[in-house]
């Protein structure tokens, strides 16, 4: 394998993944912007997402792997909402901690429960997408299903887009994280607009554990890793800021697989965490800032 | 008389806390009271920040696994003894803490979470990364217990029993200074610029220097909490820097109640033993150890402590009225008072649940 082959291989490795990262981040970013709060439990709605794609296509046969997305992203979106009226709506009036420690709790029940369900040394799930595999040129290798995550990814990027943009609940939606108060005198409920953030980032995480089940090994305790890696997505593109975050992911992705694959896989979180600590510094609000979302 | 009905209590606490290793003996138990010991001094120093100034951190491990670090570095590699340690400990923290300081306090709300959570992340990956120097995953061993005095005769602290009288003494004396600092004029600072900064700092108290302040001092309180630790359990490995043990003290301090001194002590209880007591539940213990806290935090909004000195005042407020009544004022009417009160919300409720029903049910004919 060539040089150049190698780096193109990792770039679209990365790619992929960074897809991935986006659809769980800008979950949380949505969340962020809209509910002003730091929703602890979306790592762990993603890796439902991927378990419940998974229980979907062992309950039945005949259920194939879109219609096991089209199940997980449903439920995992009633149990946003439930995260939202069980943990955030009690308290959502007393400061930005208290919601964020019912978040913890609830995300520690999740997993306690993901625990005992599916105990053992996690679980993988398989398509036929995983066996096609494609040369687009030299040696680089993808499979279908990375070719799948990434443009449902991408669709789903832009059904986002222009559902803030051009729908009239997006446009309360982002009206509500400008000014709360002038939004709730245009006749705009923020409680249902608070509900429906979380409900769109249950389903882009589950969206994003459905897709990614089939490429990595998925296990219960994986919900605190992709998390952490909300949080940096976030962080390197700017808070409550959704193209902040399609950049922060797809960079978090590219330089995760290029600094693993080219250089060594113990750098790349000391890496990482480097960059974040310089935008930090150098541009506090992130990349691309934080103006709405 | 009312010096004497305050102290009285704190003085018979102390004297079960000292005597507890003699009276109650079990290993097991007493290991965990050593580390709630710990853990309590680290809550304070939590407190402190979050409570005091009205920073929410996310990163507070990060001082206390950098100040485990550095003694266990000296101390097993070097061979210095356990107290040079302590300093090389509470100057790292503390020089850290100051460094780490000038980006990070003057970012606010959000932001200052995310980049204290930075802070842990590469802490806990330098751990991880650099393990020619600190072990890597599998830890760094053989840190030595403390010992005071020299040669055979010093006296050792590698026992458990030994230990807590350490760790008992090093919280009381944290729980004395934090109490003198918040009760000093730095301290007024303190909730100065944590009610109304601009305020503050139109009276002429500079924010970022009390925030920058309280910051150092919260991480070198937690770099002492790190200290006792890696002296108490002799090795340390990358998962000092997990997200558990922000989660741990961040329930501690909410759950004993935020802005108050005895607050982190009473939560460092609740954390600590809660889940001893649901070990009967065997793989359930964390979901109920969450349902707890879940309920805990929307139901007592103050904190446990908060809520018995609401409960407290609330008493006293209906003394002063009953006396002044010229009637009387011991618990039991106060607790028929309770009742009362407590009953008459139930029928309000149903009365108006009633009125509601039956309002329905005249439109409906």
């Given amino acids: 394998m060539s040089q150049f082959d190698l780096v193109m291989q990792q770039i679209i490795n990365g790619l992929v993944q960074g897809s991935v990262y986006v659809l769980i981040a800008v979950g949380f970013t949505l969340c962020l912007g809209v509910l002003k709060l730091i929703n602890v439990a979306q790592g762990h709605l993603y890796m439902l997402g991927a378990f419940m794609t998974y229980q979907a296509l062992e309950w039945s046969t005949s259920i194939n792997y879109p219609m096991a997305i089209v199940i997980s992203v449903i439920i995992v979106s009633f149990i946003g909402l439930c995260v939202h009226y069980i943990g955030i709506w009690p308290v959502q009036r007393r400061g930005e901690i208290a919601p964020i420690l019912t978040t913890v709790a609830l995300a520690f029940m999740i997993e306690n429960i993901a625990i005992i369900v599916w105990p053992g040394s996690g679980r993988s799930i398989e398509t036929s997408l995983s066996d096609n595999v494609r040369n687009p040129f030299g040696q680089v290798h993808i499979t279908d299903q990375r070719v799948m995550t990434f443009i449902a990814a991408i669709s789903l990027m832009l059904l986002l887009y222009l559902f803030l943009q051009r729908t009239r609940a997006g446009k309360a939606m982002r009206a509500t994280t400008q000014n709360q108060m002038s939004a709730s005198l245009m006749g705009i409920n923020p409680e249902y607009m608070r509900a429906l953030a979380m409900v769109l980032s249950a389903f882009l995480a589950a969206a994003g554990g459905a897709f990614m089940g089939p490429l990595f090994t998925i296990l219960p305790n994986m919900g605190l890793l992709y998390l952490f890696k909300a949080m940096i997505v976030v962080l390197i593109g700017g808070m409550g800021n959704v193209p902040g975050a399609v950049v922060g992911g797809l960079m978090l992705g590219m330089m995760e697989t290029l600094i693993g694959g080219l250089w060594s896989a113990a750098w790349v979180n000391v890496a990482v965490f480097g960059l974040i600590i310089l935008i930090l510094i150098v541009r506090p609000k992130g990349l691309l800032g934080s103006k709405g979302i | 008389m009312a010096k004497a009905k305050q102290t009285l209590p704190i003085l018979v606490l102390l004297g079960v806390a000292f005597a507890l290793p003699h009276i109650w003996d079990r290993p097991y138990y007493m290991h965990l009271m050593v580390l709630l010991w710990i853990m309590a001094i680290f809550a304070i120093s939590y407190n402190l ?317």
Avoid at chain 2, 58 to 83: C, E, H, I, S
Avoid at chain 2, 129 to 158: C, E, M, Q
């Fill in chain 2, 49 to 365: 920040y979050l409570g005091f100034l009205g920073g929410f951190s996310m990163g507070q491990p990060a001082f206390f696994g950098v100040g485990g670090y550095a003694t266990g570095l000296v101390t097993a590699k070097l061979d210095w003894p356990a107290g040079l340690g302590l300093l090389v400990a509470v100057g790292v923290v503390g020089v850290g803490a100051f460094i780490i300081g000038f980006p990070a306090l003057r970012l606010k709300g959000p932001y200052f979470v995310l980049i204290t959570i930075a802070l842990l992340g590469i802490v806990g990956n330098l751990s991880n990364t650099l393990y020619k120097v600190t072990g890597g995953s599998s830890g760094l061993r053989n840190i030595p217990a403390p010992v005071i005095g020299v040669g055979n005769k010093g006296w050792d602290f590698h026992t458990t029993n030994y230990f807590y009288y350490l760790a008992l003494g090093f919280l009381i004396v944290t729980y004395l200074l934090v109490h003198w600092l918040i009760y000093s004029r730095i301290g007024r600072g303190f909730i100065a610029v944590r009610d109304n900064e601009d305020l503050a700092n139109s009276l002429g108290i500079n924010p970022f220097r009390y925030k920058m302040i309280g910051f150092i001092a919260s991480a070198v309180i937690s770099g002492v909490a790190g200290w006792l630790y890696a002296h108490y359990v002799h090795i340390l490995d990358p998962t000092v820097f997990g997200f558990n043990y922000v989660f741990d003290v961040m329930f501690m301090v909410i759950l004993g109640g935020t802005g108050t001194l005895p607050g982190p002590v009473v939560g460092a209880f609740i954390v600590v033993f809660i889940p001893e007591i649901l070990r009967m539940a065997a793989e359930w213990r964390m979901f109920y150890f969450a349902l707890f806290m879940l309920a805990m935090i929307i139901f007592m909004p103050m904190g446990l402590w908060g809520f018995v000195k609401m409960q407290q005042m609330r008493y006293q407020e209906w003394k002063a009225m009953r006396l002044a009544e010229g009637l009387s004022a011991g618990l039991p009417s106060y607790l028929m008072y309770l009742g009362k009160e407590y009953w008459g919300k139930v029928t309000d409720f149903t009365s108006l649940m009633r009125a509601k029903f039956r309002r329905g049910a005249d439109q409906e004919v």
